[in-house]
């Protein structure tokens, strides 16, 4: 009876856990941590969506059941969203579903579609849901390796790997603006990789989830403004970065009507839908006033600037991201030995700075940490002063 559970099995041991353990035992102590580590959006969701919500919650008839594939209104509301931000017309019926988050999407389309055995490409580093759903769902992931000291080409890689299984991938994961590494790609590149993919028979599951947190005159495209991908690709998008909204658990799956079919049909096995009167205040969102996102966007591009500079100032050198909620800093030299996890122990210990070891995303991200811009730009700048005493002492 004490032999592991053999799904639980196949989990190594989540790395964050030692952070988060060593980041209450700070608390505890009466420290003041500064916590980079989550990707957790701290600004309050707009009045006028909470608003609807309780508008919504008042009426008794919202509290019975939902529907698991979503309110008709809150997939039109997407739909118009894609027309109206990257001229992809969907059908709300056939071409949408609501998920409880893009990452209950992401796995619940794993179990839909994936047989034991099943090839996955996945790159490495990811977000951990990217290749764990799959794994869950005993798929065989084959990891794109992302390369940080030269020059990558994601399809070249893929193409690379095609060429090297033994049998033909079910699926590609792409996620851009990425996380943890906050790459953003062209619509050019989407061309490529879906006329591969549909050469060679391979699904593409595409995460957008941080479309709208960017930070120049280029919004991050969506796959399914490339003819013809809606043949093999189905997207998820969320509101959780774009309208404050993490904690509501909405998100979206959107294209191959096949893949959206598997997904609807194995999640009303598993669940009713989010709660209505959040799915109306969603719907509400997406269909009213959208200053709110541009003034989240600015919010984050205002931190990144003073962390960006903070950290190159203290002797930190870092790129200054494009896009995300996040940077994805190379460990300092005379750390680097130490590795992702050592390294953020330490600086947890020692600068009372909490931030996402890089391995916790894959082996191959071990040499960076992950940062989010989570704090206000007061703790930011006290954030960079600890920072900075502790690259000198260290």
């Known amino acids: 009876m004490e032999k592991e559970f053999y799904r639980i099995s196949r989990l190594p041991p989540y790395v964050f856990a ?8 700070a608390r505890n102590q009466g420290k003041d941590i500064i916590d980079f580590g989550m990707g957790n959006p701290d600004s309050a969701t707009p009045k006028h969506i909470v608003d609807k919500l309780i508008e919504t919650a008042q009426n008794p008839y919202s509290h019975r059941y939902s529907t698991s594939r979503g309110i008709p209104g809150l997939r039109k509301a997407l739909a118009a969203y894609y027309q109206r931000r990257f001229g992809v017309e969907l059908d709300f019926e056939k071409e949408v579903v609501v998920t409880i988050g893009s990452k209950e999407g992401l796995a619940n389309l794993a179990n839909a579609i994936t047989k ?3 090839v996955i490409l996945v790159p490495n580093p990811s977000y951990p849901i990217h290749p764990y759903g799959f794994v869950i769902a005993e798929a065989s992931v084959w990891p794109i390796v992302k390369k940080f000291d030269e020059p990558f080409d994601l399809l070249a890689e893929v193409k690379k790997a095609v060429k090297e299984c033994k049998k033909n991938p079910l699926a590609l994961v792409l996620n851009y603006p990425c996380n943890p590494t906050t790459e ?3 619509l050019a590149f989407y061309e490529e990789m879906v006329d591969f993919c549909k050469h060679h028979g391979i699904y593409i599951l595409s995460d957008l989830a941080y479309c709208e947190i960017y930070f120049d005159d280029n919004p991050p495209p969506s796959i399914l403004q490339v003819k013809g991908a809606k043949d093999i690709a189905i997207e998820f998008t969320t509101m959780s970065k774009t309208y404050s909204m993490p904690g509501w658990r909405i998100g979206f799956a959107s294209g191959n009507q096949r893949l959206i079919k598997a997904l609807t049909r194995i999640k009303s096995y598993l669940d009713y839908g989010s709660f209505t009167p959040i799915q109306v205040a969603a719907a509400a969102a997406l269909n009213g006033p959208q200053d709110c996102v541009a003034e989240v966007r600015q919010l984050y591009k205002e931190r990144r600037d003073v962390l960006v500079d903070g950290l190159n100032s203290a002797g930190w050198k870092v790129e200054s991201p494009k896009a995300s909620m996040f940077l994805w800093a190379r460990i300092p030299e005379k750390f680097a030995h130490l590795g ?3 390294f953020s122990k330490r600086l947890l ?7 996402a070891p890089g391995i916790g995303f894959g082996k ?3 040499s960076h940490v992950r940062i989010a811009l989570v704090e206000n730009k ?7 002063r600890n920072i900075k005493g502790f690259l000198k002492n260290g």
């Open 378 to 384: 007061h703790r930011i700048r006290q954030a960079v």
């Open 349 to 355: 210990q020692e600068a009372e700075v909490a931030v």
């Open 184 to 186: 953003t790609v062209t």
């Open 116 to 118: 034991p055995g099943d």
């Open 340 to 342: 992702s996890l050592e």
């Open 364 to 366: 191959f991200g071990d």
């Open 18 to 25: 030692e952070v988060n353990a060593l980041k209450a035992q």
